[in-house]
């Protein structure tokens, strides 16, 4: 019979309810190395048995485990701590599995190792879909009858930002874009694609921020077979679109390892496969977008100051779409031309009224953010003619709400206005009254941003908006 350490066994009755709930892999070993708790998630990744695990040392399991490679174990023995630490290895069945898991040993109160804990995730997954894009990249790039990108403006300030676009594209040097998400910067590393002479060849995008850091080295210079377990031979990034360009969408997201490593391929144009012995070159054009200023990210150290200079040979800054609300009246009515055939009324035009609710929006999502509210509005809409109202994001928690229109105007009267204020003029007293509703509702809320705003009856987006708008800081969590 296993025999468990009692502070071990009592930890374990406490959570293992809640480790059940959380829905994915997690196991527990205790200090002989034997499995004492291994859930549902850890037995379909691995392709054992839940009840044959239990009790049973981790090497029994994995018979072609080495000591040394488990994490578990050097957690065990040696007390080391791993966070989101890479793996691919053939589970019990022969399958391969890409993991990234967290593993730490388990002490008791005399600071005693009694076992190791591991919570992690499939990145199998992951892995398979990009493959897939690979793949339809290889043959999406082949077609190059493709037009210029939709950019839909009229103001100056936009028009200046497309001559500049154009300029940067007929040289070829690398290009950076900034601007806030939902302000296009995908569409103008098109543009910039498009008006070059790599316009017949690849051009390829990589969203830093949407893969695992572990994933990005091997998408970008592709593997060899045998560099790691499971490794085959996988174009990267760089020979994929070689000859054209490849952009590079929230550089900030990249760890400052891998921009080294970027840097270095900028200079020399050479790289190494993950495994691979012999260098290997690469006529790309990188385009690199961020979502944050550069210059905080210099400040705090986020991106390398080399690589930002290597790549700000050019740079296009993306003005937000509130510097530019005389673009919002065109912006709407192309978004309901090209949505018109995926509603059950016909919306032709936008009234008066509706176009006053769009321009003086705060649009902290930008034009991604304005195109999903005209859909929206078209959807919930149930007369054809003009878009006669648009349902904002706060007004979706509205349609939820146990509480009428009356109810929240009389509570809003009832709220105290510091009386000091009335020395401000108008847009001072409502700035401050504004400021100290949400510094209230956020403290109510523990700051958490999703909470304050469900409080506030206003969406996430347009709370992050005002809280940078107001700088208040301390203590919120973006949730």
């Given at each position: 019979?296993?025999?468990?350490?009692?502070?071990?066994?009592?930890?374990?009755e406490?959570?293992k309810?809640?480790?059940?709930?959380?829905?994915?892999?997690?196991?527990?070993?205790d200090?002989?190395?034997?499995?004492?708790?291994?859930?549902q998630?850890?037995?379909?990744?691995?392709?054992?048995?839940?009840e044959q695990?239990?009790?049973?040392?981790?090497?029994?399991?994995?018979?072609?485990?080495?000591?040394?490679?488990?994490?578990?174990?050097?957690?065990?023995?040696?007390?080391?701590?791993?966070?989101?630490?890479?793996?691919?290895?053939?589970?019990?069945?022969?399958?391969?599995?890409?993991?990234?898991?967290t593993?730490?040993?388990?002490?008791?109160?005399?600071?005693?190792?009694?076992?190791a804990?591991?919570i992690?995730?499939?990145?199998?997954?992951?892995?398979?879909?990009?493959?897939?894009v690979?793949k339809?990249?290889?043959k999406?790039?082949?077609?190059?009858e493709?037009?210029?990108p939709?950019?839909?403006?009229?103001?100056e300030?936009?028009?200046?930002?497309?001559?500049?676009?154009?300029?940067?594209?007929?040289?070829?040097?690398?290009?950076?874009?900034?601007?806030?998400?939902?302000?296009?910067?995908?569409?103008?590393?098109?543009?910039?694609?498009?008006?070059?002479?790599?316009?017949?060849?690849a051009?390829?995008?990589l969203?830093?921020?949407?893969?695992?850091?572990?994933?990005?080295?091997?998408?970008?210079?592709?593997?060899?077979?045998?560099?790691?377990?499971g490794?085959?031979?996988?174009?990267?990034?760089?020979?994929?679109?070689?000859?054209?360009?490849?952009?590079l969408?929230?550089?900030?997201?990249?760890?400052?390892?891998?921009?080294?490593?970027?840097?270095?391929?900028?200079?020399?144009?050479?790289?190494?496969?993950?495994?691979?012995?012999?260098?290997?070159?690469?006529?790309?054009?990188?385009?690199?977008?961020?979502?944050?200023?550069?210059?905080?990210?210099?400040?705090?150290?986020k991106?390398?100051?080399?690589?930002?200079?290597?790549?700000?040979?050019?740079?296009?800054?993306?003005?937000?779409?509130r510097?530019r609300?005389?673009?919002?009246?065109?912006?709407?009515?192309?978004f309901?031309?090209?949505?018109?055939?995926?509603?059950?009324?016909?919306?032709?035009?936008?009234?008066?009224?509706?176009?006053?609710?769009?321009?003086?929006?705060?649009?902290?999502?930008n034009v991604?953010?304005?195109?999903?509210?005209?859909?929206?509005?078209?959807?919930?809409?149930?007369?054809?003619?003009?878009?006669q109202?648009?349902?904002?994001?706060?007004?979706?928690?509205?349609?939820?709400?146990?509480?009428s229109?009356d109810?929240?105007?009389?509570?809003?009267?009832?709220?105290?206005?510091?009386?000091?204020?009335?020395?401000n003029?108008?847009?001072?007293?409502?700035?401050?009254?504004?400021?100290?509703?949400?510094?209230?509702?956020?403290?109510?809320?523990?700051?958490?941003?999703?909470?304050?705003?469900?409080?506030?009856?206003?969406?996430?987006?347009?709370?992050?908006y005002?809280?940078k708008?107001?700088n208040?800081?301390?203590?919120?969590?973006?949730?």
């Amino acid at each position: 019979m296993m025999t468990i350490d009692p502070e071990l066994l009592q930890a374990l009755e406490i959570f293992k309810h809640f480790f059940d709930l959380i829905h994915q892999p997690i196991a527990i070993i205790d200090k002989k190395g034997n499995y004492i708790y291994y859930n549902q998630e850890s037995a379909e990744l691995d392709g054992y048995p839940k009840e044959q695990a239990i009790g049973k040392p981790m090497l029994e399991v994995y018979p072609n485990l080495k000591k040394e490679d488990s994490t578990m174990l050097q957690a065990l023995q040696l007390g080391k701590e791993y966070q989101d630490n890479y793996q691919s290895y053939y589970n019990h069945v022969g399958k391969v599995v890409d993991y990234l898991h967290t593993t730490v040993p388990l002490y008791n109160e005399k600071k005693e190792i009694i076992g190791a804990i591991e919570i992690g995730r499939n990145l199998s997954t992951v892995r398979h879909l990009q493959d897939q894009v690979l793949k339809l990249n290889s043959k999406l790039y082949h077609n190059k009858e493709q037009p210029l990108p939709d950019i839909v403006f009229v103001s100056e300030k936009m028009q200046k930002v497309i001559d500049q676009t154009n300029m940067l594209g007929r040289n070829d040097v690398p290009v950076l874009i900034v601007g806030e998400t939902g302000t296009g910067k995908e569409l103008f590393a098109r543009l910039i694609h498009k008006t070059s002479q790599r316009r017949d060849k690849a051009f390829i995008s990589l969203n830093c921020g949407a893969l695992p850091t572990t994933l990005i080295e091997s998408t970008l210079f592709g593997t060899v077979k045998g560099a790691f377990t499971g490794a085959e031979n996988r174009q990267g990034y760089l020979e994929l679109a070689n000859g054209g360009t490849l952009f590079l969408d929230e550089l900030n997201a990249m760890p400052l390892e891998m921009q080294s490593k970027l840097l270095r391929f900028l200079q020399e144009k050479t790289y190494w496969q993950l495994g691979g012995n012999k260098e290997m070159h690469s006529d790309v054009r990188i385009v690199a977008a961020m979502n944050e200023s550069p210059t905080e990210l210099l400040k705090t150290g986020k991106i390398r100051s080399d690589l930002f200079y290597r790549l700000n040979v050019g740079l296009i800054k993306l003005p937000a779409l509130r510097d530019r609300t005389e673009d919002i009246p065109v912006l709407a009515r192309y978004f309901i031309d090209k949505h018109k055939n995926d509603v059950n009324v016909v919306i032709s035009g936008i009234s008066e009224q509706a176009l006053q609710q769009l321009i003086t929006a705060p649009w902290p999502g930008n034009v991604r953010m304005l195109e999903n509210a005209i859909v929206r509005s078209m959807v919930l809409q149930n007369k054809s003619g003009e878009l006669q109202h648009i349902t904002l994001d706060e007004e979706l928690f509205e349609l939820n709400s146990s509480f009428s229109q009356d109810d929240k105007t009389h509570k809003t009267d009832k709220t105290p206005i510091n009386k000091s204020t009335y020395e401000n003029n108008l847009t001072e007293q409502v700035e401050n009254y504004e400021r100290q509703l949400i510094i209230d509702a956020l403290n109510q809320a523990n700051g958490k941003i999703i909470t304050a705003a469900k409080r506030l009856n206003i969406s996430r987006t347009t709370l992050q908006y005002k809280v940078k708008k107001y700088n208040i800081h301390m203590g919120v969590i973006d949730d």
